[in-house]
C-alpha cells in the first residue's frame, strides 16, 4: 500500500522550550499522542512504541487519565509506521493503569479499530 501520509518528513515537536512555563511545576509541558481516532462522542488514542522503547512518566500519566475517561480508550501499539514501512506487534489497551495485550498484527489492529467504529457508532453521541 502506498504511503498516503500528507508529510513523511514532518518532524516531531520539541516541545523543550516549553519547560519550566508552571513554575509550581517546572516538568509540566504538552507531549504528542500518535493517533487519535473518534466517532461521535468517543476517542480511540493510539500510541505507538518500538519494540523496548519506554513511555516518560508524564506521557503514562497523561494516557492515564485519559483512559479514565468513559469516552476514551487508549491502546499501545509495538511497532512504527514510517518512511513507507510499517511493523506492528502487540496491541494492548489500557484500563486500571495496566496495559493488557489485546492481540497482535495488522489485521487484528484493522479489526480492532473497525470493532470501536461500529460501538461508537451504535452508542451515538450523548444528548445535552
Not at 516538568?27 to 493517533?35: H, M, V
Not at 514501512?85 to 492481540?103: P, T
Amino acid at each position: 500500500m502506498p504511503n498516503k501520509m500528507r508529510n513523511v518528513y514532518a518532524p516531531h515537536i520539541d516541545f523543550e522550550f516549553l519547560a519550566g512555563i508552571i513554575p509550581s511545576n517546572p516538568k509540566a509541558q504538552p507531549c504528542n499522542i500518535d493517533g487519535l481516532f473518534q466517532r461521535k462522542d468517543k476517542f480511540l488514542v493510539m500510541e505507538w512504541k518500538r519494540p523496548n522503547e519506554n513511555m516518560n512518566l508524564g506521557q503514562k500519566i497523561l494516557l492515564e487519565a485519559l483512559s479514565e475517561q468513559n469516552n476514551f480508550t487508549v491502546v499501545l501499539i509495538e511497532g512504527h509506521s514510517q518512511d513507507g514501512e510499517r511493523e506492528i506487534g502487540d496491541i494492548s489497551v489500557l484500563k486500571n493503569k495496566a496495559f493488557k495485550l489485546h492481540g497482535n498484527g495488522e489485521k487484528f489492529l484493522v479489526k480492532f479499530m473497525q470493532r470501536f467504529y461500529s460501538y461508537a457508532d451504535k452508542i451515538g453521541r450523548a444528548t445535552p
